[in-house]
């Protein structure tokens, strides 16, 4: 079992940046792929990034490559989202997710476990 709880969103203004976090409970946290997605009003959920379970391999959405790092940290059960240059189209709610097979990172039904969400809102 893992649970999933995400902090670090907030409003902020076009160029800043936010560090959002997920932590995980339970001993096997390494044992899973952590992947981010958002999902803006109106719009379907998209794939964000996602890093491998030792964190030698990440993934990243076209959208957010070059602003956006995900990192994580297994000794505190603990995944980030680096989130800089932010633009008014990063508005949505951001979740992390746990997934224990290799590869597929995009496909978010692939996923066994999830955060509660937080948002993140950019202005103009």
């Known amino acids: 079992q893992v649970q999933l709880v995400e902090s670090g969103g907030g409003l902020v203004q076009a160029g800043d940046s936010l560090r959002l976090s997920c932590a995980a409970s339970?001993?096997?946290?390494?044992?899973?792929?952590m992947g981010w997605f958002r999902q803006a009003l109106g719009k379907e959920r998209e794939f964000v990034a996602a890093?491998?379970?030792?964190?030698?391999?990440?993934d990243y959405a076209n959208s957010v490559k070059g602003r956006f790092t995900v990192f994580r940290d297994n000794a505190k059960n603990m995944v980030y989202l680096q989130m800089n240059s932010l633009k008014p189209e990063d508005t949505a709610v951001y979740y992390c997710?746990?997934?224990?097979?290799?590869?597929?990172?995009?496909?978010?039904?692939?996923?066994?476990?999830w955060g509660q969400g937080t948002q993140v809102s950019v202005s103009s």
């Open positions: 997710a746990a997934k224990n097979d290799f590869g597929h990172y995009s496909d978010y039904f692939r996923y066994l476990y």
């Open positions: 339970g001993r096997t946290f390494s044992s899973y792929a």
């Open positions: 890093i491998s379970r030792s964190g030698s391999s990440t």
